[in-house]
């Protein structure tokens, strides 16, 4: 199972922790583990492109941590939600249709 963590601050998403994989199907054809790590990560491109690589954040197999800087100003954090609230909407689909391979929790930080 694929467990998700959606580190809050306020209302913003400040973080994402994923660790697990879905076990879906046979490694290679699994379209559970597929999606969550297409979305997370190609949302995870885009954070890094929008601040300039001012962003903290780990890829491993099966592993998928990033955290925001703290310090950003109103407007850049207005950009970024876009894209974790992106995230959250994709991955919120994914659990809807596979329940048993995904878990997320939210959490405030």
Known sequence: MVKVVLKFKKNDINGVEINGHANSSEY????????????????????????????????????LYFKLPDDLEPSMLEKVQVLTNTLRLGLDNIKENYSDYIYIRKEEV
């Open 28 to 63: 290679g054809q699994d379209i559970v583990c597929a999606s969550i790590s297409g979305i997370t990560q190609t949302i995870l491109l885009g954070l890094i492109d929008i601040l300039d690589g001012n962003i903290e954040y780990k890829i491993e197999s099966g592993y």
